[in-house]
């Protein structure tokens, strides 16, 4: 490291800390949190910030978005401290109740947002008190509510307009790229984090048929096999790919600006890319999870067993599958029949003939 960034770090592997700064996303966020005048005036936190993102890496299998986003949290959490004049060593339940308070009332941050950033503090203390560094200052905490809203997926019209609005990009190159990974996301039903780091030697392509090996959440991997114009144009975007100049990484899907060319797309950038498609489109809501959710609700609709569907998405939970069923076509077509409520309102379907009409008047009566 270059800078003195090291200054005050006596117990770290210079070669562990060079392998968290080589990952783009986490290591600009661990040089950031080396020049936070927070952590430069407590340097065991920061030494200690370290330990515990390196243990992040090789123990937990944490995806490196999931890292660099608890490393940003304590980072901020640092800059919190300082300026309430509190030591991160000694706090107290009412000092992490405040902290929340000021997420909810000074930054607007979500349910959603606060439960996540506690999750990470949680992790933190929890690793801290395990190796003897001193006790676990949010353990009894409980995390916000979050309001739950069903996943929400695309229509059929809703898909075939994403996917004409990939054909209007800005140059052929994108188009090519675009349609590639909105078909990728939508027939494997990746996360987009697996799509970010999805690398060449991890599909398996033949004429009709693909099997990506995905490596999912908590180091779990998974096979999806996938077929149909997904293939064709996979295929096809790797081709033109190969043919590129310039290309600095082995991921499947690269960044085409002018000045990051060639580079490892991160996840933030294929939700503007899928944000950006869908405003060509016309539509109102979007998501790139969405397309994992529709993956889910078409197999099932086409009558794929939910345990199968568990582990193409690689949900360690069931229940977590479930709920995205819940939305499908499938499940919509249970309802109470209209005969029902006819029955008991004395009235009869539209569109009948009139004979049918008397007659089942008459019955009511």
Not at 21 to 29: E, F, I, N, S, Y
Not at 92 to 116: C, F, H, K, P, T
Not at 342 to 358: F, I, M, Q, S
Request: aromatic share 8%; hydrophobic share 40%.
């Amino acid at each position: 490291m270059g800078g003195g960034a090291g200054e005050g770090i006596v117990l770290i592997d210079s070669v562990q800390m060079d392998s968290i700064l080589a990952l783009p996303k986490l290591g600009a966020v661990m040089r950031a949190n080396e020049q936070r005048a927070s952590l430069t005036a407590a340097p065991a936190w920061r030494e200690e910030i370290w330990r515990w993102v390196i243990w992040l890496s090789a123990s937990r299998g944490l995806a490196t978005a999931t890292r660099a986003s608890y490393a940003a949290t304590l980072g901020g959490f640092a800059d919190w401290c300082a300026r309430k004049g509190l030591d991160y060593a000694d706090l107290s339940l009412n000092d992490i109740d405040e902290w929340q308070r000021d997420l909810m009332y000074q930054r607007r941050i979500v349910a959603g947002s606060r439960a996540y950033a506690l999750a990470a503090l949680r992790s933190f203390y929890d690793w801290r008190s395990t190796r003897g560094l001193g006790r676990n200052c949010v353990d009894g905490v409980r995390s916000p509510k979050i309001p739950k809203r069903k996943p929400r997926k695309y229509t059929k019209r809703q898909l075939q307009q994403l996917f004409a609005a990939t054909r209007r990009g800005i140059t052929s190159l994108v188009c090519r790229r675009d349609e590639a990974l909105l078909l990728m996301l939508w027939a494997t039903g990746m996360r987009c984090e697996e799509a970010a780091t999805l690398r060449i030697d991890q599909l398996e392509l033949d004429e009709r048929v693909g099997v990506v090996r995905i490596d999912g959440k908590g180091g779990k991997e998974r096979e999806v096999a996938f077929e149909g114009p997904a293939v064709r144009i996979l295929r096809e975007w790797l081709v033109v790919r190969d043919q590129l100049s310039n290309v600095l990484t082995d991921t499947v899907f690269l960044t085409v600006r002018k000045n990051w060319f060639g580079r490892q797309m991160q996840p933030h950038t294929i939700e503007c890319v899928v944000k950006a498609i869908a405003k060509r489109a016309g539509l109102g809501e979007w998501g790139v999870h969405r397309f994992r959710v529709t993956f889910a609700t078409q197999l099932y609709d086409d009558g794929v067993d939910i345990e199968k569907i568990r582990i193409l998405l690689g949900h360690e939970d069931i229940n977590t599958t479930r709920k995205y069923i819940a939305v499908s076509d499938r499940q919509r077509r249970f309802r109470l029949k209209a005969f029902r409520q006819h029955e008991v309102l004395g009235t009869a379907p539209d569109g009948l003939p009139r004979w049918a009409k008397n007659t089942t008047n008459t019955r009511g009566k």
